[in-house]
């Protein structure tokens, strides 16, 4: 690789910024209120950015391309880091790398549902279903007091049941993440606790059933309600 990380990032930041929409970064602010830079770029124009990054990264080793994402990450740009995680998580033989420290370096500063969703679906859950992170790091994530990296721990369940995100069921896991923050009343702390149940219905409903009945009130309403119309629904709501 001839360009350095921080160059790199340089350009993704510039290719952003070129694609920015006003309109769609006022309303952020109450979509995902967050202290990060927010540019207004929606999903396909990032990826506009994206691609042509993976493809001219493709055959650097994975330390090379592990600190070009690091340094698109410490650009503090809400939309830089949504690429970044996707730029690792399309590299199966980066995310087979990736311990509890450096996932931890990646999601440093993540304050908001939107940047914590990529960073769980994209790396933390993958790199915890393929047993790169310890149960007891998860676990860490689910006792700490910030609010995003408890909801870092749920929504890392989603790539162990989904299988779209390469899942093929671990109830296990997905409720012990469950039990630690079922009492748990931060709204975004409950929406994701209703996502991971959800996530886990098509696989084991049976075990989704039993948590609810066990736990009973302790389960927020949001949840209970969203989750027994998944049971008998199939959806949502």
């Given at each position: 690789m001839s360009t350095a990380p921080r160059s790199w990032a340089r350009g993704v930041r510039s290719e952003l910024q070129a694609r920015s929409n006003p309109e769609r970064r006022s309303r952020a602010a109450s979509y995902f209120p967050t202290e990060l830079e927010v540019y207004g770029v929606a999903a396909p124009k990032m990826r506009e950015v994206l691609r042509p990054l993976a493809r001219a990264l493709k055959k650097d080793e994975p330390a090379v391309v592990l600190a070009v994402a690091l340094a698109i990450v410490d650009t503090r740009v809400h939309e830089a880091r949504q690429i970044a995680y996707e730029l690792l998580g399309g590299r199966s033989d980066i995310v087979v790398t990736l311990d509890r420290t450096t996932l931890e370096e990646l999601g440093e500063g993540n304050d908001n549902w939107a940047s914590v969703d990529g960073f769980a679906v994209c790396l933390?859950?993958?790199?915890?279903?393929?047993?790169?992170?310890?149960?007891?790091?998860?676990?860490?994530?689910?006792?700490?007091?910030?609010?995003?990296?408890?909801?870092?721990?749920?929504?890392?369940?989603?790539?162990?049941?989904?299988?779209?995100?390469?899942?093929?069921?671990?109830?296990?896991?997905?409720?012990?993440?469950?039990?630690?923050?079922?009492?748990?009343?931060?709204?975004?702390?409950?929406?994701?606790?209703?996502?991971?149940?959800?996530?886990?219905?098509?696989?084991?409903?049976?075990?989704?059933?039993?948590?609810?009945?066990?736990?009973?009130?302790h389960v927020a309403p949001l949840v209970r309600r969203e989750v027994g119309a998944k049971l008998r629904t199939g959806k949502k709501r």
């Open positions: 933390a859950g993958p790199a915890w279903r393929d047993g790169k992170v310890r149960d007891a790091d998860v676990r860490r994530w689910a006792r700490s007091r910030d609010r995003w990296w408890r909801r870092t721990a749920l929504v890392s369940t989603v790539p162990l049941n989904v299988k779209a995100r390469g899942g093929t069921g671990d109830a296990r896991r997905t409720l012990s993440i469950c039990e630690m923050l079922v009492a748990d009343r931060d709204p975004m702390v409950v929406k994701a606790l209703s996502w991971a149940l959800r996530a886990l219905v098509p696989v084991d409903a049976r075990a989704v059933e039993t948590f609810l009945g066990r736990h009973g009130e």
